[in-house]
């Protein structure tokens, strides 16, 4: 079984910035991509940022040039930087991923998120 663990979201002012962090666990033996979502209130999930092994990342319009998706494969561990934070920023952050387990199963995983809210 494959965990995720985001963590790192809070209160910020407008202009600020915040670090997410999703750690995850269990066994995953190929990975397709990885990626943060959001879900803002009263609106549906959206995409923030996405990249794909061996690709470069792919951004939301609403979040380029201010957000940037990294990992780091030895902790297991995808970032999400996040500077210069808007009110409309306000949301739930998910983290994910995407990829065959031990038994070669496919399938998308997802933490169970973190509140990141900014206010003016």
């Known amino acids: 079984q494959v965990r995720l663990v985001e963590s790192g979201g809070g209160l910020v002012q407008a202009g600020g910035s915040l670090k997410l962090s999703c750690v995850a666990s269990?066994?995953?033996?190929?990975?397709?991509?990885t990626g943060w979502y959001r879900r803002p209130p009263g609106k549906q999930r959206e995409l923030v940022a996405t990249?794909?092994?061996?690709?470069?990342?792919d951004y939301a319009n609403s979040v380029k040039g201010r957000f940037t998706i990294s990992g780091d494969s030895a902790k297991k561990t995808v970032y999400l930087q996040m500077n210069t934070l808007k009110p409309e920023d306000t949301a739930i952050y998910y983290c994910n991923v995407e990829g065959w387990d031990s038994r070669g199963t496919f399938g998308a995983y997802w933490g169970q998120g973190t509140q990141v809210t900014v206010s003016s």
């Open positions: 269990g066994s995953i033996s190929s990975v397709k991509s």
């Open positions: 990249t794909s092994t061996g690709e470069g990342a």
